[in-house]
């Protein structure tokens, strides 16, 4: 296949890359993965970027130079000059992310948040393919959001928009990472659930399989192990879900209140290990918080459906829809 | 001057109906004002409205059959058809609004949601005029909002969106009338403060100038009461004042950290009453909730500029743009 209707894709996170290599629609060709080592610093990463994108253009034998594009999410704000804002987990601060990866491809490359890219992805090639508005919850370690009206994403006059984690559902309510209290990422993320299983057992005495599943360490937890002790039905780790599930429900009840969206998707590890087990509950709170009632019928609450691909693929969609023009994307 | 470049506006409401005559620009040449004897029905309230526009017009010298366009708000969802979905305060469900306009009229009717109407005309003729991103919330008997994004309403699949009144900012808090706990409307409106004030006056034995203000019915309280007695410095009015302004204040800020607008305007009877005094603490509010806070510089809080013609304003320009195309908005 000619490279030159090829598009690549890269996921940048706090622990790993992964790259893709698609056609123009989307099929991806080929794929590879690197650890980030963000602790080494910007420079290194951007280095393994560039490195893991080869490997996967090497594996579709397609020469990186003469890709139509590239797309990259990453997990922080991006201005309209690509330099990447603040990433706090990758200990960036205003580095020049587009501008870095342009120099060392020689093809034009375009950057955006990695849940930006995740409900492009879904959006455009995924669970909400087809429709026109979409609203993506990832729950992982966080909480990120990201919308999608008519194809355009939502950036907000801030660039910083569709923090729906960070939405307050609780007024004076639990305490979040970001330091106020009563956020939806404080209840409905592995983070939130990691602060209450902390609280339960070590302050109430209760006992759960998870501690041993995590080493006593719930900060580290992970969507499998939640996902094995849910299964066997362990006390609290069904409580500590199913109140993820409430709060995500209001969470989606709000967005269905204010935005209307036709399609709100829920990704992220947690609901990749436990979509199937959570999602009736997540819809039953949703459409009991939602106002006015009738206007619940209008939207589809789905699972997303790329799983890993999704942040990759959003991104080449992006980097489509730049390099072809506004009216092609 | 010719009738074909005049719009007319008409608000209807529970207790009024104000209608308008207006330039292309919006400038208004005359006005006139009904009471809308809801009770008598649909019909009469539809009489009336046409009645009222029919002496604006009179008022202005311009032929009412020689409008270029009639916009109506009213205080309901509105189908494409023209269809006023449900409107409690009304009694109206599903009724023939704009097809019942149009034929006695004789000329091209747009109605739109009153809390719509008063967005888009803060927007385009008021305290928004020039942003291009701009969301309201109307605080009166109930909290209503409105976004305009780019010129367009924002309306959702459901075409019920922007109730931001029914946003969930406190699981598990105070009723609603909506039947919901916790909505910003059972704390940012004159029936959220009406309920506290009923507890505090009668559960806990606490006294306020407000209760001879309004002769015992809170639920009946004039936002002229309520500014008289915050301005006295009556204890309990200030409490329940600023405990309104600190909640709108986080919905102020969910709606900055979900969706970053240029402008967030402040309107509604309240706000008309104390929007100098109760600013500030709305600002200090949505500033201390906004996520991350850097992007709170980027949205600009304003006191909506257009008053009691907000609405009649605002549905005038979205019939211009119905009537001229979309091109011509």
């Not at 890709?67 to 704000?77: C, D, H, Q, T, Y």
């Not at 990433?87 to 955006?112: I, S, Y």
């Not at 939502?154 to 956020?183: P, Q, S």
């Not at 602060?195 to 900060?219: K, V």
Request: aromatic share 6%; with cysteine; proline share 3%.
């Amino acid at each position: 296949m000619g490279a030159e209707g090829c598009f690549g894709g890269i996921d940048i996170g706090g622990t790993k890359i992964y790259a893709i290599v698609t056609d123009r629609e989307g099929a991806i060709l080929a794929s590879a993965k690197k650890k980030s080592k963000a602790h080494q610093g910007f420079e290194t990463v951007m280095e393994r970027a560039v490195s893991c994108l080869k490997e996967a253009c090497d594996e579709a034998d397609v020469k990186t130079g003469k890709l139509a594009a590239v797309g990259v999410g990453a997990p922080s704000p991006i201005l309209p000059d690509g330099t990447a804002v603040n990433a706090p987990n990758m200990k960036w601060f205003h580095v020049p992310l587009v501008p870095t990866l342009h120099k060392a491809l020689g093809v034009p490359v375009f950057a955006e948040n990695d849940c930006n890219a995740g409900a492009l992805g879904e959006y455009a090639l995924g669970a909400g393919r087809g429709c026109r508005s979409l609203v993506g919850f990832f729950v992982g370690t966080g909480l990120g959001g990201g919308m999608v009206f008519d194809g355009e994403l939502l950036r907000g006059a801030n660039l910083m928009a569709a923090e729906l984690g960070h939405v307050i559902v609780h007024v004076g309510g639990r305490r979040c990472g970001c330091g106020h209290n009563g956020c939806l990422e404080a209840y409905a993320s592995k983070t939130g659930m990691a602060r209450r299983l902390a609280w339960e057992t070590l302050h109430q005495g209760r006992e759960t399989m998870l501690t041993e599943l995590c080493d006593g360490d719930f900060a580290s937890i992970k969507s499998s192990a939640l996902r094995e002790a849910y299964r066997a039905g362990d006390e609290l780790a069904v409580e500590t879900l199913h109140e993820m599930a409430d709060y995500l429900g209001v969470g989606v009840a709000n967005t269905i209140t204010s935005l209307g969206p036709e399609v709100v998707v829920l990704g992220g590890g947690v609901f990749e290990a436990l979509g199937e087990d959570l999602l009736g509950r997540v819809r039953d709170a949703a459409a009991a918080h939602t106002h006015p009632p009738d206007s619940f019928a209008d939207t589809r609450i789905l699972l997303a459906s790329l799983a890993d691909d999704a942040v990759a693929l959003g991104a080449m969609v992006y980097a489509r829809a730049g390099a072809e023009g506004p009216d092609n994307g």
